[in-house]
């Protein structure tokens, strides 16, 4: 009896711990919605226009979205690229867009930025 008791706890022990084990963290981010998000911005990126409302939207809504390191990472990652692919960009406007928004990223958008290090 005792010995099937401790066979059942040990059982219950290794299930807590498969169940419980830290699962290693993805993005959930996708590059399709950070563009779709910063769309309103590229005219404001590229000198052609003001800055709009829905720019900044767009800004704060991908900020509440990348809560954490691996959805920041993505953000990173995907802003950097789309970035690259917009001829004329304006890099310094680029790096001020957060704080202009009233947002704080742990970042800079610039094209030499190293995603991997943002935390």
Known sequence: MAS?????????VVMCM??????????TITCGEVSSKLTPCIS????RGPLVPGCCAGVKALNAEAKT??????????LKSNAAQIPGINYSLAGGL????????????????????VK
Request: aromatic share 4%; glycine share 8%; with cysteine.
């Open 4 to 12: 099937s008791m401790a066979t059942t706890l040990a059982c219950v």
């Open 18 to 27: 498969v169940v419980g084990a830290p699962m290693a963290a993805q993005a």
């Open 44 to 47: 404001y990126l590229t000198g």
């Open 69 to 78: 390191t691996p959805d920041r990472q993505q953000a990173c990652k995907c």
């Open 98 to 117: 957060a704080g202009k928004c009233g947002v704080s990223i742990p970042f800079q958008v610039s094209p030499n930025v190293d995603c991997s290090k």
